[in-house]
């Protein structure tokens, strides 16, 4: 796990779990620009990074302000070449049930969360990709994955992550750009009194880092959603089941209703490739042989 001489932002990296992934990348050699929208935040970090012998940069920035996050990009291209790594740490919650929730506060973490990833992503991609490498981690959620009562806002921003870290995992793959999103479980000021004192103390921020690790090295995958905490480690798959065809004969919907148990039959599920695996599934049910999307490609 040796990251000497790669670069690497970490987002929200003032405390908490973002502090962790960069105290963590600094320690593994990575040189870091840690952000916060605070500068204080931002910059006690760094010289935690340093006072421990590595290389860091403060770098004040709301990452839903295009113009402050291509500074910030800039400013560790200036310093250090390029950026290697980019970790989409950087988040809020507004949590309330949907039937009392307002509408601002749904879109203000929808944009701090997806729209935020989005522009940082965006920012250091033509640069990976002309260098032919990048890693780049989402931050997801079990609240996107699986659903939580009182989180439609932030679940619904995670698991838009999850979809945005897909597509970029197969823009990237032939320019050695790697995608992954990680799914942190941790006592940070976000899940301060969503969970129960003794269960926080085990879920320590710094539990959670090491998995950020696999999904930045040398050999890190790509596309995978590994969900971390305490010191766990698991993978989570959007699968897709054989399912049942019932053509499109006037009765279709009762024949779908009727054929549910096969639909959602589980046994023989796959992990897709891609998208378009499910329209070829579809066709190919339907007695229609099409190119595959990678052949279409």
């Not at 004040?60 to 291509?70: K, R």
């Not at 995608?179 to 941790?186: D, H, K, S």
């Not at 959670?208 to 993978?235: M, N, Q, Y």
Request: proline content about 3%; aromatic content about 6%.
């Amino acid at each position: 796990m040796d990251l000497a001489g790669r670069v690497a932002i970490v987002t929200g990296a003032g405390g908490g779990l973002g502090r962790a992934h960069a105290l963590m990348l600094a320690r593994h050699g990575a040189r870091v620009v840690v952000n916060d929208q605070q500068s204080e935040a931002a910059e006690r970090v760094a010289a935690e990074i340093g006072a421990a012998g590595g290389e860091a940069l403060a770098a004040p920035a709301s990452v839903t302000d295009e113009a402050e996050v291509a500074a910030m990009v800039h400013a560790a291209t200036m310093a250090w070449g390029g950026v290697d790594i980019l970790v989409n740490n950087a988040g809020i919650l507004r949590d309330r049930s949907f039937a009392k929730m307002d509408l601002a506060d749904f879109r203000l973490v929808v944009e701090v969360h997806l729209m935020g990833a989005v522009l940082c992503s965006k920012a250091v991609w033509d640069q990976m990709r002309a260098r032919r490498y990048g890693r780049i981690v989402m931050t997801t959620s079990s609240s996107g994955l699986y659903g939580n009562f009182g989180q439609a806002n932030y679940g619904a921003a995670k698991m838009a992550l999850v979809g945005l870290m897909q597509t970029l995992a197969l823009e990237g793959e032939k320019y050695g750009v790697r995608v992954n999103c990680l799914a942190p479980t941790a006592a940070t000021a976000m899940t301060d009194g969503v969970l129960a004192p003794d269960a926080l103390a085990r879920l320590a921020p710094e539990a959670v880092s090491p998995g950020l690790l696999a999904l930045v090295g040398e050999d890190a995958p790509t596309r995978a959603i590994l969900c971390a905490g305490a010191g766990h480690f698991a993978a989570a798959n959007i699968t897709l089941t054989e399912g049942a065809y019932v053509g499109r004969a006037a009765d279709a919907g009762a024949r779908v209703a009727a054929a549910w148990e096969r639909v959602t039959d589980r046994r023989g599920e796959i992990v897709p490739a891609y998208g378009f695996t499910q329209a070829e599934r579809e066709l190919a049910s339907a007695g229609f042989t099409a190119p595959t999307m990678a052949t279409a490609r």
